[in-house]
């Protein structure tokens, strides 16, 4: 393919879109499954209200859910941004990066929610139903799920021509472990 200074345009060199690296994806899968696991756990806990969670899980829960919500300084993420696998100028990719942009920031703020509902538990008899809780939780975990969900399809939808074969397969299998089970049990 010719260059475009080599063929007499004077604009700015497009950068070719680089290939997606087989560690990005495993990186996503793996951060999937470690949320999909605090999803199961979460989904437990619903089931056995209205009797709370024991104080180390419920602590747990809610170191979890604040890690959600308060990026780690200087670190860099542990993958690439979604949006650096997409043309800004399709109006596809455009739609299905503002969907993804609202569910993070949906989830992000119902794992505050859940997590300020968690710490105050044990005297919330008074103020917040084992309903509520159950209601609160629920919300969190089957939105999350979607989540993933759609992060990985918007992968293979925007991306999927730079992606591997290796890579290809882990998002498929991915989306095949949670829509087979939805609630395995952690590993």
Do not use: K
């Amino acid at each position: 393919m010719e260059s475009p200074r080599a063929s007499g345009h004077d604009g700015p060199v497009p950068q070719p879109w680089h290939a997606i690296q087989d560690i990005d994806i495993v990186r996503i899968v793996a951060d999937h499954r470690c949320l999909a696991n605090l999803c199961n756990l979460l989904e437990r806990c619903a089931d056995e209200l209205p009797r709370l969670p024991p104080e180390p899980t419920a602590a747990r829960l809610c170191e979890a859910l604040t890690a959600l919500t308060e990026p780690v300084e200087n670190e860099c993420p542990a993958y690439p941004a979604l949006t650096e696998i997409y043309d800004p100028g399709d109006p596809f990719a455009a739609a299905l990066m503002e969907e993804l942009r609202i569910r993070y920031a949906t989830d992000a703020m119902h794992a505050q929610d859940l997590a300020d509902a968690l710490r105050a538990a044990p005297g919330m008899a008074d103020r917040i139903s084992a309903d509520t809780l159950g209601y609160m939780m629920r919300c969190f975990f089957n939105a999350c799920r979607q989540a993933m969900d759609c992060e990985e399809l918007a992968i293979l939808a925007l991306a999927g021509h730079r992606l591997t074969r290796a890579a290809r397969q882990a998002l498929l299998d991915s989306l095949r472990f949670r829509a087979a089970d939805p609630r395995p049990c952690p590993a």
